[in-house]
């Protein structure tokens, strides 16, 4: 496994869209691992390939908290076939170091996607988990949350105030 380098936001292959993964050979399996160990490196709840350069349409998320574990989710050709509801609040995104900004997202998601095995699944997930589902997706579609921020985008705390980044929501 191999941490990559995270593309950031005024790089044209964040504005395109990913291709449906139609079969799983050792590249994919290399593209995975190294997705899982770039997000966790950036300390990112989310990451899709397009960040990593790949058009690809493959996301990783973990949401977990300290107080919750919600555990590793890899979805392939994820697709959000339902929504309920709304939350606000705030996104950052690992393609845009150093911001946030406050958006609306649907409360609760349905999702369909395959799993490493190639194999159907269906997600349901509510709060961030569907949120950072929302903001994934959207970077296969190649869409940046900067898009959707209602009002200013905003810097994050300067770093004398926040010595780990466990707090921040990036994906
Ligand atoms: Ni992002």
Do not use: W
């Amino acid at each position: 496994m191999a941490v990559r380098n995270i593309r950031e936001i005024g790089d044209e292959i964040l504005l395109k869209k990913s291709k449906e993964v139609t079969k799983i050979n050792d590249r994919t399996n290399e593209l995975i691992d190294d997705m899982i160990e770039t997000m966790y490196e950036a300390n990112g709840v989310g990451l899709a390939a397009p960040q990593v350069g790949v058009l690809k349409r493959i996301v990783v998320i973990d949401t977990s908290t300290e107080e919750e574990e919600d555990g590793l989710l890899v979805l392939i050709n994820p697709k959000i076939t339902s929504t309920e509801g709304e939350q606000t609040g705030h996104e950052g995104c690992l393609s845009v170091p150093g911001k946030t900004g406050v958006v609306t997202r649907p409360e609760k998601i349905t999702a369909t996607y395959l799993d490493r095995d190639m194999k159907e699944q269906t997600l349901e997930a509510e709060g961030l988990l569907a949120r950072a589902v929302c903001h994934e997706c959207d970077h296969l579609e190649g869409k940046l949350y900067v898009d959707l921020v209602e009002g200013e985008l905003m810097d994050v705390k300067p770093p004398q105030e926040s010595d780990d980044d466990s707090e921040r929501e990036d994906e």
